[in-house]
T-cell receptor, first 115, second 114 residues
Framework: GAGVSQSPRYKVAKRGQDVALRCDPISGHVSLFWYQQALGQGPEFLTYFQNEAQLDKSGLPSDRFFAERPEGSVSTLKIQRTQQEDSAVYLC?????????????FGQGTRLTVV | GDSVTQMEGPVTLSEEAFLTINCTYT??????LFWYVQYPGEGLQLLLK?????DKGSNKGFEATYRKETTSFHLEKGSVQVSDSAVYFCALSDSGAGSYQLTFGKGTKLSVIP
């Protein structure tokens, strides 16, 4: 596709449920980023992949959060045993080069609501 | 740690008015500075950036100058249009902390009325 695609766009989960959020980056993009955006706040960094290698996961808020990019393209962010504080928009971005050396293109995000 | 502070919104302006959105930052290294824009129903888009002191980023009539002495990167536009209505985010990428992540401000919602 032409841009970064995220699915689902909206997800409602019951507290304690596991969820998986998908990101399809722009084809050929080396770098992939995940961000969490709470209501009324700016996005906050979660994790960074360079191809299939997860080089930085310092922003993951707890061990309930797990991300993977096994073949260096599609990425999945998994949240286990969801809590109400996990409610947020989860943004994925990709870039052609390494780190922030080239422009990052963002998807529209997945809005997660935990009830 | 790194942080970005931008003026709180919402900001409402009449068409053709002058726009300033203030942004200041703290960083441990020598950061690159960015403005991102989010139009209704769309993803974040890079509006402009500057990578070193005194650089001016510009795009679509918007400008911002990297001021190291005041640690600021204020966004300006001389004459706003209704189509500029969006949420604007100031952000930095700090070379000292590894250039893998952007640190964002909270965003400023701009509404332009005809």
């Amino acid at each position: 596709g032409a841009g970064v695609s995220q699915s689902p766009r909206y997800k409602v989960a019951k507290r304690g449920q596991d969820v998986a959020l998908r990101c399809d980056p722009i084809s050929g993009h080396v770098s992939l980023f995940w961000y969490q955006q709470a209501l009324g706040q700016g996005p906050e960094f979660l994790t960074y992949f360079q191809n299939e290698a997860q080089l930085d996961k310092s922003g993951l808020p707890s061990d309930r959060f797990f991300a993977e990019r096994p073949e260096g393209s599609v990425s999945t962010l998994k949240i286990q045993r969801t809590q109400q504080e996990d409610s947020a928009v989860y943004l994925c971005a990709s870039s052609l080069g390494y780190g922030m050396n080239t422009e990052a293109f963002f998807g529209q995000g997945t809005r997660l609501t935990v009830v | 740690g790194d942080s970005v502070t931008q003026m709180e919104g919402p900001v409402t302006l009449s068409e053709e008015a002058f726009l300033t959105i203030n942004c200041t930052y703290t960083a441990t290294g020598y950061p690159s500075l960015f403005w991102y824009v989010q139009y209704p129903g769309e993803g974040l888009q890079l509006l402009l950036k500057a990578t070193k002191a005194d650089d001016k980023g510009s795009n679509k009539g918007f400008e911002a100058t990297y001021r190291k002495e005041t640690t600021s990167f204020h966004l300006e536009k001389g004459s706003v249009q209704v189509s500029d209505s969006a949420v604007y985010f100031c952000a930095l990428s700090d070379s000292g902390a590894g250039s893998y992540q952007l640190t964002f401000g909270k965003g400023t919602k701009l509404s332009v009325i005809p």
